[in-house]
């Protein structure tokens, strides 16, 4: 049973709509907000621009932003302005992230930094982020207090993203679960609760907040382990297997690897992590596999996704509706993962 009552929500379904498929209408919608705003044939970034959104990709953040503003009577223009700011915001993290981990392919297809080098990376992933808040701001309307408070909420997004990223090049290496989640709700979630908590902010309906804020923490480290699963795998989409350990980065099976060790094997490895200049990797994924680590990820990732599902449980039923396309990629991304874990660990 829900923990409360429709009040201020809308009582339509708000991804139902008469003749067209709503997801495909919401695609179009942000493709076109997307394209409107590149720069012109005139400009250094046209080429740059125009390769990066040769594809847009799921846009599920900026759907997202429109279900939930459709469930709480958000103005459609407001609501397509944020939705815009959050897709541009999430594309300028992976610009960026690219940059920072030197990653020359993303999903099959080249970086901005790989095919156009990194000043002009860095100078397309300032201007995405420009372009977000003033499509945020755009989002702002009559009521500028709580369109204030939703343009705050974005500028913590970036700044927490920033530290996120950070935390990796400290040489300061992740290897308790506590740094790992810190690490995570710093890098990951923002950018799956901000497309949740802007419409919410704008419209003046802030009494779910802490809900939502529970169950997308919990979800987010979810995704978060699911991805790091797929790494070790070597099926992430990246260009090689198991990046983060030949970087260092926090990674939540490296963790649980770490806490099977004991005594002189775990400090051997607490001093590996910490040289990242080390080009010597005594460590792999068949070890993670045959000590347990794999699997026991696969678990604590199914915590996090019951501890979602009971939060989700509390919202008001327009709320659950408009957040299940979000959910449900996440979570069968996740139950990729465990299943991919699974397998592996019995060969």
Known sequence: MLGHTEQGYATTQPLKRSGIDAHTAMQAKLQQAITNILPSANTALHEVAHFHFNEFGKLLRGQTALAVSAAVDLDPKRALQWALAVELIHNAS??????CDRDERRRDRLTIFSAFGTPLAICFG????????????????DNSAHGVAAVAGLAKVMARLSVGQADEFTGVPVLTWPAYEQVVCRKTVPLILAPIEGPLQLAGHVS??????????????AYQMANDILD????DGSAGAFGDLHRRAPNAVLVSFRNQLVNGSRSAFDAWMAAPTSDETPYGAEQMIATGALAHCARRLQDQIDTCQMHCADLPLALQTALAPLLGYLEKTTNVARSRAAENRWQ
């Open 208 to 221: 779910d907040l802490l809900t939502v804020r529970r169950a997308i923490r919990a979800l987010g480290i």
């Open 232 to 235: 070790v795998l070597g099926q």
């Open 94 to 99: 992976l610009v960026h992230d690219d940059i």
């Open 126 to 141: 300032d201007w995405l982020v420009a372009q977000s808040f003033e499509a945020a701001l755009a989002a702002v309307g």
